[in-house]
């Protein structure tokens, strides 16, 4: 069914085509052109110049977005800093609209500029006959009374029009009421109840009228990457130009970022258009960018009156920033030391509101950044002084953001980021540059000391703004916790951290955990502190194809002796793009535990085995498989592979691939010492075959870890005699959650106690064992020559009985033990004594675990006693045993004891 104003001939429609036509010229924002202030909405869109805005939280385009939100419910709310780019994008909504293109459920689009209305009460009907006189009173009393076709647009709606009103909302159209009263009417729908509303803001600091959901709300983010790209274009229509400005915007400090504004990157084009006029050299930071644009504007006045016209700027933008004006009349301006008409430079810093030649004009900044510059500028020029450095930033943050103002502070004490600016206004005060350092010295010094990323992150931009190395390597102190993760970084602050860690002259560590957001601009720009660091934490971070030419590059022409990619999946060609970067890096530990790494990514890695410097490679948890075993295992054979250890826990291996593992340790150019195989079902023909390396001369492993592997009794008579002809070269075993019975350990117990070939290590938890093994273990541990220091016999329930022989063994003095575990095997209150005594007589156990037994309260006492008394004993773990809340005081007064 067609809408009252889409039937042909009918009043209706040919209102309709008067208001389409009307709106073809109709101007959101009267502006003239500036450096600073850009172009006027309408001009932009007129010229075809204007570029989608990225909204948050997806790829859509900001009037995607809009036009599925007004397709869908009633209203929405674009919200977003000022000089985003809000107010044009509505102004091409409305040039759609009137065209045909857009919306065209709507007959009529009334776009309105609360700031137009002035001050006093006006009914919703006469406000529209003013804004919008091409629509007489008894048309436009035709239009309101078809509200499901209508949409009002609500442009530079800010808090301070958005609250309700102290009344009820305004009801009928042809009330005269307050303007907060209309707007809370038309977004609540009493109103003209049926009519669509499209709201835009500045984010609210405190609810709106449309908090309890009557509105949807998005958040515009600005420019997208493409979108800056296309608007440089724009700008420099010569190709070689248009990169060159762009490579000078992306490799400056946060400018690039910045550029996301339309109008800040409208202001930095024109600043490096000017730079190349003037033959000066390209600002590379923001605040030499605006310097330089200020010098463009002012030079022609001479040094005094520019320097007299940057003065009456400074007092104009502390009113701004300190007292929260917002706009002036020209009494106001004369007062701050501005006449009228004034020089022409000023109409670049200032915007005009309402009609030329009227008491109730007023002026504002041409870019919400000029008050943050203006008075960084006042206070090195030494015209402000009401408070020092920190007065000033916590003055101004009480009102607002002191972000801008911090970093042109900052950025105003590197002469050659001023030079331009004292060219043509005068020189700045050195001693005001020194209070600025002294300022941010000293809270580097103190956000360091925290682990709060915010704190960190800002005093780097913050350094980075100085361009003074000799301060950074002055604030940034041996004692800061830079190892920190800065997972979730954007690009200006990895340009930040990346400039830090090249003044520091390296780092530590750099810990990008769960990074989400990498990109290869941003890895690019993490360049300096890629190459410096010594150990790169990416662990549950997600890495796109893009991100390992950077990461790579940083790798081979850097430090970094350690890298953990830990869970981040690389995707079809990643490990092969890793592992080409690993050949002549300097890289000794590679960590990709869970990456998604399939057999057939075991090419890439045995080729880097056998052409890098890695001495440990954790594999553990991904699906290798006996293939890609196989494949790894031939590199172990070659000469040039230096691997020492290698993680192979939970990679569905087999003991099919156990022969060729075999081989390779026998090889006799296997520097492999340690071995992890834990949860592979190798079966005990698989570790017969480990056993068969073991008992080669050439084999080199010191710790084997095989728990959780399938294995029985069948395999422990082999192992006993492997590690019997080793002669105690494995120091290190775990056998554990195996069933090996107690036929299988006593075996293992036989050979430790005649060839005293024990491995100092010996995990032996849940093998289904029983008291005799206890017994005989009692007696290893009673052998003077035997190598045992830590013996782990967990999860067997032999009770107190069973635990008898480990306690006399800890008695007697031959025994060396230093860590014991007895998890849940079933101890009581009974042992208590005997335990006790035991520990006490022992001149070497260091650590004592009793978790998951069925010990009480009346246990503590004495155990409390045992572990203060005893010379040796650090740590009595006694997790999860029988106590009530009643003891806990009383074992917190024990530092040794863990409960």
Not at 111 to 136: T, Y
Not at 515 to 522: A, E, W
Not at 793 to 803: I, T
């Amino acid at each position: 069914m067609s809408a009252a104003w889409d039937v042909v001939g009918t009043p209706l429609h040919r209102l309709h085509l008067l208001h389409q036509e009307a709106l073809e010229g109709y101007s959101l924002e009267e502006r003239e052109e500036s450096l600073f202030g850009g172009r006027s909405p309408r001009e932009v869109v007129r010229s075809g110049a204007y570029e989608p805005l990225e909204v948050e939280g997806g790829g859509e385009s900001l009037q995607a977005v809009i036009r599925a939100a007004l397709t869908q419910g009633r209203g929405l709310r674009v919200e977003g800093p000022a000089g985003v780019g809000k107010t044009t994008a509505v102004q091409k909504l409305v040039g759609d609209w009137a065209s045909g293109g857009r919306l065209a459920r709507f007959g009529f689009l009334f776009p309105l500029a609360p700031g137009r209305q002035g001050s006093g009460e006006r009914s919703l009907a006469d406000l529209l006959s003013h804004q919008h006189p091409h629509l007489p009173a008894a048309s436009l009393e035709l239009v309101l009374q078809n509200p499901h076709g209508l949409l009002f647009v609500l442009d530079g709606l800010e808090q301070n029009q958005n609250q309700p009103p102290s009344g009820p909302p305004c009801r009928d159209p042809h009330q005269p009421a307050p303007l907060s009263a209309l707007v809370w009417g038309l977004i609540r729908g009493t109103l003209l109840a049926g009519a669509s509303v499209l709201v835009t803001g500045r984010p609210a600091e405190a609810p709106g009228p449309e908090d309890d959901g009557a509105l949807q709300r998005v958040e515009v983010r600005g420019l997208s990457r493409g979108g800056r790209e296309a608007f440089v274009r724009r700008c420099f229509p010569e190709e070689d130009r248009a990169r060159e400005a762009q490579g000078l915007l992306e490799q400056s400090a946060g400018l690039w970022e910045l550029c996301r504004t339309p109008g800040f990157c409208w202001s930095a084009c024109g600043a490096l258009r000017a730079a190349r006029g003037a033959g000066w050299d390209q600002p590379r930071t923001l605040t030499g960018m605006f310097c330089l644009a200020t010098a463009v504007l002012t030079r022609a006045l001479g040094e005094e009156p520019a320097g007299a016209l940057l003065a009456a700027l400074g007092k104009m933008a502390a009113a701004v920033l300190l007292d929260g004006a917002e706009r002036f009349s020209r009494e106001e301006l004369e007062a701050f030391g501005l006449s009228l008409p004034p020089p022409a430079p000023l109409w670049e810093f200032l915007r005009p509101h309402g009609p030329a030649d009227t008491p109730s004009r007023l002026f504002s900044f041409s870019s919400p950044a000029l008050p943050h510059f203006l008075l960084a500028v006042a206070y090195h020029r030494g015209s402000w002084d009401r408070a020092g450095v920190a007065g000033l930033l916590e003055t101004v943050a009480a009102g607002g953001e002191a972000d801008l103002l911090e970093a042109f502070l900052a950025g105003l004490c590197d002469p050659s980021q001023s030079a331009a600016l004292e060219g043509a206004a005068g020189g700045l005060r050195r001693d005001r540059a020194r209070a600025v350092g002294a300022w941010l010295s000293e809270a580097t010094q103190d956000a360091l000391q925290s682990y709060d990323q915010r704190r960190h992150l800002r005093c780097f931009r913050l350094l980075q703004h100085c361009q003074d190395p000799a301060l950074v390597l002055a604030a940034v102190q041996p004692a800061a916790r830079l190892g920190r993760s800065y997972g979730g970084l954007a690009e200006p602050d990895a340009d930040a951290l990346g400039y830090v860690a090249q003044c520091c002259g390296g780092l530590e560590q750099l810990n990008l955990y769960a990074s989400k957001t990498l990109s290869g601009p941003l890895l690019t720009r993490l360049a300096p502190a890629i190459r410096s660091a010594g150990k790169i934490i990416l662990t549950q971070s997600r890495l796109n194809p893009e991100c390992y030419a950077p990461l790579t590059a940083g790798l081979r022409s850097g430090a970094v002796r350690e890298l953990d990619l830990s869970y981040c999946i690389m995707g079809e060609r990643g490990a092969q793009s890793l592992c080409t970067g690993l050949e002549g890096s300097r890289v000794e530990i590679l960590r990709l535990p869970c990456c998604g790494l399939k057999e057939q990514d075991c090419g890439a890695l045995a080729s880097a085995l056998s052409s890098s410097q890695l001495h440990l490679l954790d594999l553990r948890g991904n699906d290798i498989q006996d293939a890609g075993l196989a494949q790894l295992s031939q590199a172990l054979r070659s000469p040039e592979c230096q691997l020492q250890e290698l993680g192979l826990g939970i990679c569905k291996l087999t003991g099919s691939s156990m022969e060729a593992l075999s081989c390779a340790l026998r090889s006799g150019t296997s520097a492999l010492r340690t071995l992890e195989l834990q949860q592979n079902q190798l079966g005990d023909a698989g570790m017969d075959w480990i056993s068969t390396a073991l008992r080669d001369t050439h084999c080199c492993l010191e710790k084997l870890l095989v728990w959780d592997c399938g294995l029985t009794e069948a395999c422990c008579g082999s192992l006993a005699d492997a590690l019997r002809t080793a002669g105690g070269t494995v120091t290190e075993l775990d056998l554990s959650v195996n069933e090996l019975g107690d036929a299988g350990v006593l075996q293992l117990t036989h050979t430790f106690k005649t060839s005293h070939c024990a491995p100092r290590v010996l995990r032996l938890a849940r093998c289904e064992v029983g008291q005799r093994v206890f017994a005989e273990f009692g007696a290893v541990l009673r052998v003077q020559t035997s190598p045992l220091r830590e013996l782990d016999m967990g999860l067997h329930l032999v009770g107190d009985a069973g635990a008898t022989p480990l306690w006399d063994a800890l008695r007697d003095p031959a025994c060396s033990l230093e860590h014991l575990d007895v998890e849940m095997v079933g101890l009581t209150d009974g042992c208590v004594a005997e335990l006790c005594a035991a520990v006490r007589s022992s001149s070497s156990l260091k650590s004592l675990v009793l978790k998951n037994n069925q010990l009480t309260d009346a246990a503590v006492a004495p155990l409390i006693a045992m572990a203060k008394s005893s010379r040796t004993l650090r740590e009595l773990n006694l997790q999860y045993n029988d106590f009530s809340e009643d003891v806990f005081e009383l074992m917190d007064s024990c530092g040794k004891i863990k409960y």
